[in-house]
């Protein structure tokens, strides 16, 4: 498990899987800033937080590239980082040396409340596609198969190439439609 860094005087924490600085959120504040999207900006809401998702998997792992080189290292920190910030437990299964159709599962799933006009998990969506473009250097499309919202055990979802046979449902981190 990670430590932290913090100088409370100041507002300063730092964990040690990075060296910038985090903040805390609650998830509660966030299913909060999720339904005002939902209210505010109706459909619209799930493509800003799939694309506001990218970019975060991006920054992660851009992040991640100036201690790793390879992708199960990457993807052990984006871990380790998901963990820590109590956003639950993932596990990622690709064959090795086959990142064309990866399946993501997310145990404890922070983002899924019923309390939310959510249908589903969008941020994490992006996060895992941003994450996955930025590894790999191709974009991706991102679909959740399950959700905790929907009475499952766990988020599951599938990241596929973009160029690979468009399924409906399926958000790109580089689409513009929803």
């Known amino acids: 498990m990670q430590s932290f860094s913090q100088d409370v005087l100041q507002g300063i924490i730092r964990t040690d899987l990075t060296s910038s600085r985090t903040f805390y959120l609650s998830g509660s504040s966030w299913l909060q800033i999720e339904d005002e999207l939902f209210r505010t900006f109706s459909s619209g809401a799930s493509m800003f937080l799939i694309h506001l998702g990218s970019y975060y998997g991006r920054s992660i792992v851009k992040e991640a590239k100036t201690e790793f080189s390879d992708p199960e290292g990457i993807f052990e920190r984006l871990k380790a980082m998901m963990l820590t910030a109590g956003w639950g437990q993932l596990s990622i299964n690709w064959r090795e040396g086959d990142e064309r159709n990866v ?3 997310m145990k404890n799933c922070i983002f899924c409340s019923e309390e939310t006009k959510a249908l589903s998990c969008y941020f994490l ?10 590894t790999f250097g191709r974009e991706y499309n991102v679909a959740e198969t399950e959700c905790c919202r929907k009475g499952k055990d766990s988020c599951k979802l599938i990241a596929t190439l973009a160029n690979m046979r468009e399924t409906p449902g399926v958000h790109s981190a580089g689409s513009e439609s929803d």
């Open 103 to 105: 399946e993501v599962e």
């Open 125 to 134: 969506q992006g996060v895992v596609a941003g994450a996955m473009s930025e």
